[in-house]
């Protein structure tokens, strides 16, 4: 499917976050790019998937396509470079067998268990931040208000416990850093006098932006906190990890779900009902991220990076070859059934 043969088909993202999973996001869009025929109307990003989100939308201000692609990559390169002096890395045994958790790293169970006696205003007084210096440094923000892709970020308000949704000319590093700010690893980051923690509370991603302010009805969601997952989790770290994935999703399915349920009005009006009926959803993601665990999201080896971008870039291909010619028609992922749950 290219340019040639079709017409172009306007799209918006919804890129959720995970940490270093948010490398499967960059392999994605990186796949998603590389298709002249899909123009990108708007994104709304939560935690890595707004820092993915800023990236492109810079990159593409500069140097279109080809700019945001060049741009995804150069700052996952800085990720992984910085990775290297961090005390987080696998074990000895996980690198013989391959496996990507740190789950048996000294430096990261000292800090599993530390982050449930002290706070990490304890542990880090000075609230540093390594990500701080690498968004400076891989986004220009005043271009971000000059290029054609919209922008949303989305940052919980600690005060109020809702969901503040951040765009182009508002966003900063502060702001990036605020919608990835997990309380137990984090200070709380401070913009125009309120405190925030990481989007993820509440919205990861939030879809409403999109639908009222672009022009867009295709919405990508390209998801690395999985929805479902077998079994009952029994170690703590695995109950920890299960308790933040059914959090992380709960606004977004609730989004989803009303989307659903509008679809079943006979009339959802002329006003922004019609608009949600109207929305199509579809949905790149991959099996990979239930094998992996909550250790892994601090892996920021290179190595481990490439290999979620590759299947990032696999799943976006399956996803174009099985569902491209459905885009600007009809929805390819099933919300619908999550109305049996209601």
């Not at 500069?62 to 990775?83: H, N, Q, Y």
């Not at 809702?162 to 980051?189: K, Y």
């Not at 919405?219 to 994935?245: K, M």
């Not at 892994?296 to 799943?315: C, H, I, P, V």
Request: charged residues 20%.
């Amino acid at each position: 499917m290219d340019a040639a043969t079709h017409d172009v088909v306007l799209v918006d993202l919804a890129l959720q976050g995970g940490g270093a999973h948010g490398a499967f996001t960059w392999g994605a869009l990186d796949r998603l790019l590389e298709e002249p025929w899909l123009a990108i109307d708007g994104i709304s990003g939560t935690s890595a998937g707004a820092m993915n989100g800023a990236i492109l939308a810079d990159g593409f201000a500069e140097g279109g396509a080809r700019g945001a692609r060049a741009a995804l990559e150069s700052f996952w390169r800085r990720v992984a470079d910085a990775a290297r002096f961090s005390p987080f890395q696998r074990s000895p045994l996980d690198l013989m067998l391959g496996r990507w958790t740190l789950d048996n790293s000294p430096a990261f169970i000292a800090m599993d268990l530390m982050a449930r006696m002290f706070s990490p205003y304890d542990l880090n007084p000075a609230g540093t931040n390594p990500l701080r210096n690498i968004l400076a440094d891989s986004i220009h923000f005043d271009r971000l208000t000059q290029g054609p892709i919209k922008l949303f970020v989305t940052a919980t308000n600690l005060r109020t416990g809702q969901g503040r949704v951040f765009r182009n000319h508002e966003i900063t590093p502060e702001v990036l850093l605020a919608s990835a700010c997990l309380p137990t690893m984090f200070h709380a980051v401070e913009i125009d006098g309120e405190a925030y923690w990481d989007g993820g509370y509440s919205g990861n991603p939030t879809i409403t932006p999109l639908v009222r302010e672009c022009r867009s009805q295709d919405t990508i969601l390209v998801q690395i906190n999985p929805v479902e997952r077998a079994g009952t989790p029994r170690a703590a770290r695995d109950i920890l990890n299960r308790l933040n994935e059914v959090s992380f999703n709960a606004v977004l399915l609730k989004e989803l779900r009303m989307m659903a349920l509008l679809r079943k009005v006979a009339d959802p009006g002329n006003g922004e009902g019609a608009s949600w009926a109207g929305m199509r959803i579809h949905r790149v993601a991959t099996e990979i991220m239930t094998e992996l665990g909550y250790s892994s999201k601090l892996n920021a080896e290179w190595e481990f990076l490439t290999m979620l971008r590759d299947e990032g870039r696999r799943a976006a291909d399956a996803f174009l070859t099985q569902h491209g010619d459905n885009l600007g028609k009809r929805s390819t992922l099933d919300i619908d059934r999550l109305l049996q749950t209601v």
